[in-house]
């Protein structure tokens, strides 16, 4: 369904619309009270980015040169797999944030007490 529609409309106003409203989405999903909206806002956003990959796949072919297309697509999967690997990370330091400073100003507080 996502290539009907990319091979149907104009690729690039898919991808601008998709950008657009799964911006919103994650606007709304920060802004969301209940895990029941949370999840439902997840679960459309994941609907428009199947939308979307397709659709900037296609794209890329039309636009780049036969002879650059594995260069750009080798780009285009690193970039994807260091934004996933920030998104990790930053949930990882996010969670963690607590444990982390209250490790850190025991261990600082058990060496003062060792030198008094």
Not at 7 to 31: E, F, H, N, P, W
């Amino acid at each position: 369904m996502a290539g009907a529609i990319a091979d149907r409309y104009s690729k690039r106003d898919v991808m601008i619309i998709t950008d657009i409203l799964s911006a919103g989405l994650t606007i709304g999903l920060l802004l969301s009270q209940s895990i029941l909206s949370a999840l439902t806002l997840i679960f459309i956003r994941s609907a428009i980015y199947s939308l979307n990959a397709p659709t900037q796949q296609a794209y890329v072919k039309e636009v780049v040169p036969y002879t650059q297309l594995l260069e750009v697509s080798s780009y285009t999967t690193i970039s994807f797999s260091l934004a996933k690997n920030s998104i990790i990370l930053t949930f990882f330091i996010l969670f963690f944030k607590e444990i982390i400073q209250s490790y850190y100003i025991r261990n600082h507080l058990f060496r003062i007490y060792t030198w008094l």
